[in-house]
């Protein structure tokens, strides 16, 4: 195991809801980037987070929003959900600087 | 635009054989290439190669990168049950707008039968 927690392990909402998604890095780690994975295929890069700022975004709308915190833990934001969000999210830590970023076991999120 | 294919999609072994999945990509100033395996949800870290480091091993399981061809293969042998999972590659960009972004490939489906 990594040690990146998230929660929670699933979600059911509807269509034009708001959610948030909660991730922990592992001990150690100062940044944090979201990824989302729809079925079948790989994840894809949402934005990442550093020093408590955004450092850097994916081809996503500004209704998905992040935020880091002191302890270097980390929300997603999504608003107006739609069906098409339905998938599982992915947080991932990592040193800043390095490459390799560890994942959590994600939030399946189910849209209805 | 970026781009990570991975091939096969998907395949079935039998306990005992050896399994080659390849990785191709196309990104501008390439960093690193990073191997996953992803059995329920976390994709787990496997290996990163880069342009210093073109060959990694672990156990029965091992990668190569080739610059030239803009490839990687990820060689299981000897593959038992327990390598059923999803292997992803991921490819890290140099630069400003690369920051924290992994490019994956769809992946590829392993399934191994007794």
């Known amino acids: 195991e990594t040690g990146v927690t998230q929660s929670p392990t699933h979600l059911i909402k509807t269509r034009g809801q708001q959610v948030t998604l909660r991730c922990s890095s592992q001990?150690?780690?100062?940044?944090v980037s979201w990824y989302q994975q729809a079925l079948g295929q790989g994840p894809q890069f949402i934005f990442q987070?550093?020093?408590?700022?955004?450092?850097g975004r994916g081809n996503f709308p500004p209704r998905f929003s992040g935020l880091q915190f002191p302890n270097y833990s980390s929300e997603l934001n999504v608003n107006a959900l739609e069906l098409d969000d339905s998938a599982l999210y992915l947080c991932?830590?990592?040193?800043?600087?390095?490459?390799?970023?560890?994942f959590g076991p994600g939030t399946r999120l189910t849209v209805l | 635009e970026d781009k990570v294919v991975q091939s096969p999609l998907s395949l079935v072994v039998h306990e005992g054989d050896t399994v080659t999945l390849n990785c191709s990509y196309e990104v501008t100033n390439f960093r690193s290439l990073l191997w996953y395996k992803q059995e329920k949800k976390a994709p787990t870290f496997l290996f990163m190669l880069t342009s210093s480091g073109i060959e990694k091993k672990s156990g029965r399981l091992s990668s190569i990168l080739d610059k030239k061809e803009l490839s990687s293969i990820l060689n299981i042998t000897a593959t038992q049950t327990g390598d059923s999972a999803i292997y992803l590659c991921?490819?890290?960009?140099?630069?400003?707008?690369?920051?924290?972004?992994?490019?994956f490939g769809a992946g590829t489906q392993v399934v191994v039968t007794p």
């Open positions: 001990s150690g780690h100062n940044t």
């Open positions: 991921a490819v890290k960009a140099q630069g400003y707008d690369s920051w924290g972004k992994l490019q």
């Open positions: 991932a830590s990592s040193l800043k600087g390095t490459d390799t970023q560890y």
């Open positions: 987070y550093y020093r408590e700022e955004e450092n």
